[in-house]
């Protein structure tokens, strides 16, 4: 960040772009895909609670965070190919983040940062389990001062991804350059690389009124174009 000093000015907001709408028969609004339809929530038995943190002391199964099925229209119009999904997306709760496990390779995390990883399954919006992804939890956020003092002896492949405090009740994530490099040279589809001048300084993003680590998403016409990914609409959500 430009604003602040030492080792957090190797930092940069991790901003996501999610998939959005993609739109279904005119005459049949229930079988649209929708942002909810990636965003991957716990599955637990009937009376559970759902956690936001997960411990990553066992494999653990999640599904979409909606409730409309739409699961036999999604297989018909695929036909034999998978759903596409995003490489990296949000878990229900704001504490987890789901990314395809390529993206971690390397990837460590100190015991400082309280980040576990737990080995996700996932049941798309399509009804097939999906393999090869981890759910990254983390249990700690770091207010700017201290997350300075606390990461300086810490290497900097171990602290590749941090959260940090904005103001009172909000907060999100931040990434190392060197790993949001290697994610461009991947060409990530749901990161943003093209971070606006404004957003490069903390003090202006604890200042906003609201401020969400997704910049935006894109929305497809036909689960066709979606799956090839053409003619994707994309809508702002930190104009200006």
């Known amino acids: 960040m430009n604003d602040l000093q030492g080792i957090l000015s190797e930092y940069l907001p991790l901003q996501l772009i999610r998939f959005g709408e993609v739109y ?9 895909l929708s942002e909810y339809d ?16 997960y411990l990553g002391d ?10 409309t099925d739409k699961a036999g229209y999604i297989k018909q119009s695929l036909g034999h190919q998978p759903l596409r999904l995003p490489e990296i997306s949000s878990c229900w709760g704001d504490s987890s983040l789901m990314l395809r496990n390529d993206l971690l390779e390397g990837v460590e995390f100190s015991p400082i ?4 990883r737990t080995s996700a399954t996932i049941v798309d919006a399509a ?29 900097v492949s171990k602290r590749l ?9 909000s907060d ?24 606006k ?24 016409q036909t689960l066709d174009d979606f799956q090839h990914n053409r003619k994707a609409n994309f809508w702002d959500e930190l104009d200006g």
């Open 24 to 32: 279904g028969p005119e005459d049949d609004p229930d079988m649209w």
């Open 38 to 53: 990636f965003i991957w929530r716990p599955i637990v038995d009937e009376g559970e609670q759902v956690p936001q943190l």
């Open 58 to 67: 066992e494999p653990m199964r999640f599904g979409v965070d909606c409730e």
């Open 113 to 116: 940062l309280g980040v576990t």
């Open 127 to 155: 009804g097939d389990e999906r393999t090869g992804f981890t759910a990254l939890s983390f249990h700690k956020v770091f207010f700017h001062e201290r997350a300075r003092l606390r990461f300086e002896n810490i290497p």
């Open 161 to 169: 991804i941090i959260r940090m405090l904005l103001k009172r009740h």
């Open 172 to 195: 999100t994530f931040f990434i190392h350059k060197s790993l949001l490099a290697k994610w461009k040279e991947l060409d990530i589809e749901t990161v943003c690389f093209n971070i």
């Open 197 to 220: 001048a404004h957003h490069l300084s903390f003090k202006t993003l604890c200042n906003l009124e609201m401020y969400y680590g997704s910049v935006g998403s894109n929305s497809y």
